[in-house]
């Protein structure tokens, strides 16, 4: 075992739903795959995303993590998301640093309004090309 993998603890059993996409190490590579059932033989019946095969997932040992969704960075709400970030980064520190100093101007936003307001604004202008990592 690398020490990598003794620090990574993985994915636990209970954590292993049908319909979950997962990384998992097939054949020697880390591919994308889906759990469709569980296998009467233990463990889990599962698709390679990658080849469209059916595996079977003997151990939630051997899924390395969940695939995660990230927002591309180039479709039109994420570039204007990101045009828009450097300013928010600033309001936020600005409005963390005046907390801190007990300073807080009435008018200006606390960390968590603009936390919320950056939530809502992803979920108002959601990535039209998310990519799965
Ligand atoms: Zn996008």
Do not use: H
Request: with cysteine; aromatic share 6%; glycine share 8%.
């Amino acid at each position: 075992m690398s020490m990598k993998d003794a620090m990574n603890p993985g994915i636990r059993k209970a954590d292993v739903e049908i319909g979950g996409r997962f990384i998992a190490k097939v054949s020697g590579k880390l591919v994308k795959v889906r759990i469709t059932a569980e296998s009467s033989y233990g463990g889990w019946n599962a698709v390679n995303e990658e080849s469209g095969r059916a595996i079977r997932i003997r151990s939630a040992r051997r899924l390395r993590r969940r695939v995660k969704q990230v927002r591309c960075g180039e479709c039109e709400n994420c570039r204007t998301l990101i045009m828009l970030k450097p300013t928010w980064f600033k309001r936020y520190k600005a409005a963390k640093k005046a907390l801190a100093e007990g300073s807080l101007n009435p008018d200006s936003w606390t960390p968590e309004q603009i936390n919320a307001e950056w939530r809502r604004m992803c979920d108002e202008s959601p990535c039209m090309g998310p990519k799965e990592i």
